[in-house]
């Protein structure tokens, strides 16, 4: 049956992040997912996750000046040290966190380059950050995301993350395959599912309706289909992994708003039981 986890970004928006643990393990979660947990000290995340009985299974690197728009070090040529200093400050939160996998956004295209001419500094960096992941028994991850919710993304698309793969050869470099961006950015999302689950090169999934990116029983996306391709391919051996649950509830910010939303995830599991 596929795994589920809470995303903290995202999830239970009603309550301060570090009270949205026992809310996510009171749902039922097992496995907990959040954008960057470098506001907080390692410790108190920790506590947070022992106390609730939870692991973390994804986070992401620091992406640069994220309020001044930057998302992601890697393909920025120029940048390079704080790149380094971003994937050793992960990897110090992986080792107090206990968790396999980081997220290395690309970033943005510069402004008056082109992404070819961004290619090497990306494939460079994430080589580097591959070799330092692997004496810590890490993944490191690299997510298409479309172009609507980040304009000028360096990374948009499932071929070009699995060119990256090919190009670096890392074993624990690996792609976060989110179906919401791939739905928007190139559809043909079950066919893809097949495709590239099967390689063992697909580390990590993430799910949303589309195209709001609400409850993934809200939108356009078939996900009961889904995920019986998923199930189907985990059964088989083919496939193993977390879905990271990274949507905004529908219901906002309103006491109880995330929980009353997961009609779709009680669905999920008795179709799968
Ligand atoms: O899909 C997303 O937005 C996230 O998985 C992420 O890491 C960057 O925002
Ligand atoms: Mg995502």
Redesign the pocket.
């Known amino acids: 049956m596929p795994r589920f986890a809470a995303n903290l970004s995202m999830l239970y928006p009603e309550l301060d992040f570090l009270d949205r643990f026992e809310a996510a393990a009171r749902d039922g979660f097992e496995a907990v997912e959040f954008l960057f947990p470098y506001a907080y000290p390692a410790h108190e995340l920790a506590a947070r996750l022992q106390a609730n009985g939870l692991r973390q299974v994804l986070f992401n690197l620091p992406p640069g000046q994220w309020d001044d728009g930057e998302r992601g070090l890697t393909a920025l040529p120029g940048r390079e040290a704080e790149f380094r200093e971003a994937v050793q400050l992960a990897l110090r939160y992986a080792d107090a966190l206990d968790c396999p996998r980081l997220h290395a956004m690309a970033g943005l295209v510069a402004p008056g380059l082109r992404r070819e001419d961004m290619q090497a500094t990306y494939l460079d960096n994430l080589r580097w950050a591959a070799e330092q992941a692997a004496r810590a028994g890490r993944d490191i991850l690299i997510?298409p995301i479309n172009p609507r919710d980040i304009p000028g993304f360096f990374l948009n698309r499932q071929d070009h993350a699995h060119q990256v793969l090919d190009a670096v050869g890392a074993p624990n470099l690996k792609v976060?395959m989110?179906l919401y961006?791939c739905q928007i950015v190139e559809g043909d999302v079950a066919t893809k599912l097949r495709r590239y689950l099967p390689t063992g090169r697909v580390g990590h999934l993430?799910i949303a309706g589309v195209p709001q990116r609400h409850e993934p029983d809200l939108g356009e996306l078939n996900h009961p289909y889904l995920f019986g391709v998923i199930d189907e391919l985990m059964a088989t051996g083919q496939w193993d992994g977390w879905i990271g649950c990274?949507y905004r509830p529908s219901r906002g910010a309103v006491p109880g708003g995330t929980s009353a939303g997961l009609g779709w995830l009680r669905a999920a599991q008795a179709a799968t039981a």
Do not use: G, K, R, V
Request: aromatic fraction near 0%.
């Open positions: 997510e976060q989110d961006h993430q990274e």
